[in-house]
């Protein structure tokens, strides 16, 4: 697609329930990322995919969080169990080349507004 | 732990005004730094990315300089105009992964 598309654009669940988010990145993109942003704070890395690497894993929040991404492409981010805390916008981001140190420019989606009640 | 901090955290001028907004970082050990536009209930949109070995970078309007020694960014606005009213992002990265600050809010008004 011509852009990094998120699905739902939004969500609200009743706390305790499961939610799974999904992220369909730029076709050809081999590094793909999700981030979380709660409302007044930065932006937070969740977890890093490229190619058919181990992802890292090192900023998921807790054990309910976890991530998949099938066929090197579509991404599916998975909350357990979800808590008022998770609310946030969780955004996926994809560039075409492993990481950012290489002056590679990553693009967003338009994220996925998540709101536990 | 890369700390990003970005002054001020709200900013509004007068339509025509050029503006400086700052960024700066605790660990110089940086690849590159990019500075992003947010604008309410959208994703985000890169407007420059400065290579560690850069100094600075221009796209019409804006320009941004890094001084990676002293842990700093600046993000210059020139003649500021209404549409450019949004949340703007700096990010090092040092990685795979971007380190953000937590945004300066511009409001420019007509």
């Known amino acids: 697609g011509a852009g990094v598309s998120q699905s739902p654009s939004n969500k609200v669940t009743e706390k305790g329930k499961d939610v799974e988010l999904r992220c369909d990145p730029i076709?050809?993109?081999?590094?793909l990322y999700w981030y979380r942003q709660s409302l007044g704070q930065g932006l937070e890395f969740l977890i890093y995919?490229?190619?058919?690497?181990?992802?890292?894993k090192s900023g998921l929040p807790s054990d309910r969080f976890s991530a998949e991404r099938t066929g090197g492409s579509v991404s599916t981010l998975t909350i357990q169990r979800t808590q008022q805390e998770d609310s946030a916008v969780y955004l996926c981001?994809?560039?075409?080349?492993?990481?950012?140190?290489?002056?590679?420019?990553?693009?967003f989606g338009e994220g996925s507004w998540l709101t536990v009640v | 732990k890369q700390e990003v901090t970005q002054i001020p955290a709200a900013l509004s001028v007068p339509e025509g005004e050029n503006l400086v907004l700052n960024c700066s970082f605790t660990d110089s050990a940086i690849y590159n730094l990019q500075w992003f536009r947010q604008d309410p209930g959208k994703g985000l949109t890169s407007l420059l990315l400065?290579?560690?070995?850069?100094r600075e970078q221009t796209s019409g309007r804006l320009n941004a300089s890094l001084d990676k020694s002293s842990g700093r960014s600046t993000l210059y606005i020139a003649a500021s105009q209404p549409g450019d009213s949004a949340t703007y992002l700096c990010?090092?990265?040092?990685?795979?992964?971007?380190?953000f600050g937590k945004g300066t809010s511009l409001l420019v008004t007509p």
């Open positions: 990010a090092v990265s040092s990685g795979y992964a971007l380190n």
């Open positions: 076709s050809g993109h081999t590094a």
């Open positions: 400065i290579q560690s070995s850069q």
């Open positions: 995919f490229q190619g058919n690497s181990a992802p890292d």
């Open positions: 981001a994809s560039s075409s080349q492993p990481g950012t140190g290489a002056g590679n420019t990553i693009y």
